[in-house]
């Protein structure tokens, strides 16, 4: 009965047996992990709107190539992370479709312009820096698909990462205008990149039963902590400056020490109501609209060849 399977349920996620798609769960495990799984593959596809806008304005062959790569590669892990949440019961069109009428969430930090060409090596820096770090935990989560994806997807964000961190070093040997435009995009990037591990543990609903089933295996605050203790250092290196006053090192817990985020902004972004918001969904709406005759030129192929079959 249901409270056995429970049981039986929690002993294996106790032991760190993976979750496979055709095992039983309890109906609240699946929906967490649509409902995660969906908003990091959403991530991923609008993801690709701030950076995409440099393609074509990167300085030199080298460079659009890397983006050009990089950009397609976070398109390959959206579609990953659908097909992952199929395996749940999931449907990629009903999934799609919440993410078009506005009502699926996706990463707060996608919704700040790219202004400047230093933008795209902080992105590289930061946010992928960022995902990361979340990641690395979410490749040891107790559902087996989504951790396998996980394994393989932060291997592409480490070669992003680097990319990032190599265009930002460039910049900073540069002129000093080159310096002022790293300096400027780490300013407006640094925040709400510590916005994308989400709140304060204290008000975070899904922790508590994400921890529970190890689909989490640290906190929002934990994640943040180690982001912010690895990045500090690395921006130092190359003489950036953290725009954050009350940052500072303790020597006792080997923590750096940062202000409060401005939550009342991450909830208007969440909302819908950031910077790019409305920009973002467009793009994605008309690139669904557009894209409208090739499915149906493949359901028509699909069709055409099953009568043929069937000859
Ligand atoms: N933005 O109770 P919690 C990438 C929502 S990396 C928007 O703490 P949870 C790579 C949250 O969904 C970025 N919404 O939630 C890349 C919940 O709302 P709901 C994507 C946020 O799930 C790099 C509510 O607030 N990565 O794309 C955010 O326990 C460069 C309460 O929060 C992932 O999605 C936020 N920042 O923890 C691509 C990783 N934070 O659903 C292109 C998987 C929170 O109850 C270029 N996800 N919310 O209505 C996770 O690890 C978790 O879901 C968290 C949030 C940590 C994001």
């Not at 032991?15 to 055709?22: H, L």
């Not at 009428?101 to 969430?105: D, F, L, P, R, S």
């Not at 009350?246 to 080997?254: F, G, I, R, S, V």
């Not at 750096?256 to 009342?264: A, R, S």
């Given at each position: 009965d249901?409270?056995t399977r429970?049981a039986?349920?929690d002993?294996r996620i106790e032991?760190?047996?993976?979750?496979?798609?055709?095992d039983?769960m309890?109906?609240?495990y699946?929906?967490?992990l649509?409902r995660?799984?969906?908003q990091?593959?959403?991530s991923?596809?609008?993801?690709?709107?701030?950076e995409g806008?440099w393609?074509t304005?990167?300085p030199?062959l080298r460079?659009k190539?890397?983006?050009l790569?990089k950009v397609?590669?976070e398109?390959?892990?959206?579609?990953?992370?659908?097909?992952?949440a199929e395996?749940l019961g999931?449907?990629?069109?009903?999934?799609v479709?919440?993410l078009l009428?506005?009502?699926?969430?996706y990463?707060s930090?996608?919704?700040y312009?790219?202004?400047t060409?230093?933008?795209?090596?902080?992105?590289?820096?930061?946010?992928?820096g960022a995902a990361i770090?979340?990641q690395?935990?979410?490749a040891k989560?107790s559902?087996g698909p989504?951790?396998?994806?996980?394994l393989r997807?932060c291997?592409?964000?480490?070669?992003?990462?680097?990319?990032g961190?190599?265009?930002?070093c460039?910049?900073?040997?540069?002129t000093?205008?080159?310096?002022k435009?790293a300096?400027d995009?780490l300013?407006?990037?640094?925040?709400p990149t510590?916005?994308?591990?989400?709140?304060?543990?204290s008000d975070?609903p899904?922790?508590?039963?994400?921890?529970k089933?190890?689909v989490?295996?640290?906190?929002?605050?934990?994640?943040?902590?180690?982001f912010v203790?690895?990045?500090v250092?690395q921006a130092r290196t190359i003489?950036?400056?953290?725009?954050?006053p009350?940052?500072?090192?303790?020597?006792?817990?080997?923590n750096?020490?940062?202000?409060?985020?401005?939550?009342?902004e991450?909830y208007?972004?969440?909302k819908?109501?950031?910077?790019?918001?409305?920009?973002?969904?467009k793009a994605?709406n008309d690139a669904h609209e557009?894209?409208?005759?090739?499915r149906?030129?493949s359901v028509?192929?699909?069709?055409?060849k099953?009568g043929?079959?069937?000859e």
């Open positions: 249901e409270s429970n039986e349920f002993k032991e760190g047996t993976k979750i496979e798609p055709k039983w309890p109906e609240k699946r929906n967490q649509i995660m799984m969906s990091h593959a959403h991923e596809v609008v993801g690709m709107l701030p806008n393609i304005r990167a030199n460079r190539m890397a983006l790569a397609q590669d398109a390959g892990h959206g579609l990953y992370i659908y097909s992952a395996t999931a449907s990629r069109e009903d999934l479709h919440q009428i506005g009502k699926a969430k990463s930090i996608f919704n312009p790219t202004l060409w230093a933008d795209i090596g902080i992105i590289g820096w930061l946010v992928d770090v979340n690395t935990m979410l989560c559902y989504y951790s396998r994806a996980m997807i291997a592409e964000e480490n070669f992003h990462k680097k990319q961190y190599e265009i930002v460039t910049l900073m040997k540069g000093e205008e080159q310096k435009m300096q995009a300013n407006r990037f640094w925040w510590l916005m994308m591990f989400g709140p304060h543990d975070s899904n922790s508590a039963t994400l921890l089933w190890k989490k295996k640290k906190t929002n605050d934990e994640l943040r902590q180690h203790n690895i990045t250092p003489g950036l400056e953290i725009p954050d009350n940052l500072k090192y303790n020597e006792e817990t080997k750096w020490e940062f202000g409060e985020i401005n939550w009342e991450f208007a972004v969440i819908g109501h950031g910077p790019c918001n409305k920009d973002r969904m994605r557009n894209g409208s005759w090739v149906e030129a028509a192929y699909a069709k055409k099953q043929k079959k069937v």
